[in-house]
């Protein structure tokens, strides 16, 4: 399953973006499927992610409550609705998948197979 990234840009703190993550292949429905992020000199860290069926979702402390993701699997996608942007947000974002299909629990050291990232930008 190849992934790809889209939805990034330039917006001003307190707006909004969604990014969207389309995935190759039949077999995009059974991977968790996380969103990652690097900022200049930092190391990746996850961001959100939702298992295969949608039924369980993860957030990263800084953006609870800003930060929505979701899927539709009948469109190879998973989304990532970012509102109340904040500066410390600026960052490429990669989605990736989990190297386990149909797990249950959320494990982002296994998440890999990133596609190309997009970048988002939040000016203060």
């Known amino acids: 399953v190849q992934l790809q990234a889209s939805g990034g840009g330039l917006v001003q703190a307190g707006g909004s973006l969604r990014l969207s993550c389309v995935g190759s292949?039949?077999?995009?429905?059974?991977?968790?499927i996380g969103w990652f992020r690097q900022a200049p000199g930092k190391e990746r860290e996850v961001v959100a992610a939702?298992?295969?069926?949608?039924?369980?979702?993860y957030y990263a402390d800084s953006v609870k409550g800003r930060f929505t993701i979701s899927r539709t699997n009948a469109k190879n996608s998973v989304y990532l609705q970012m509102n109340s942007l904040k500066p410390d947000d600026t960052a490429v974002y990669y989605c990736?998948?989990?190297?386990?299909?149909?797990?249950?629990?959320?494990?982002?050291?296994?998440?890999?197979?990133w596609g190309q990232g997009t970048q988002v930008t939040v000016s203060s």
């Open positions: 990736g998948r989990d190297s386990q299909r149909l797990s249950s629990h959320i494990q982002p050291s296994r998440f890999g197979s």
């Open positions: 939702i298992t295969w069926g949608g039924g369980t979702t």
């Open positions: 292949g039949s077999a995009f429905s059974s991977y968790t």
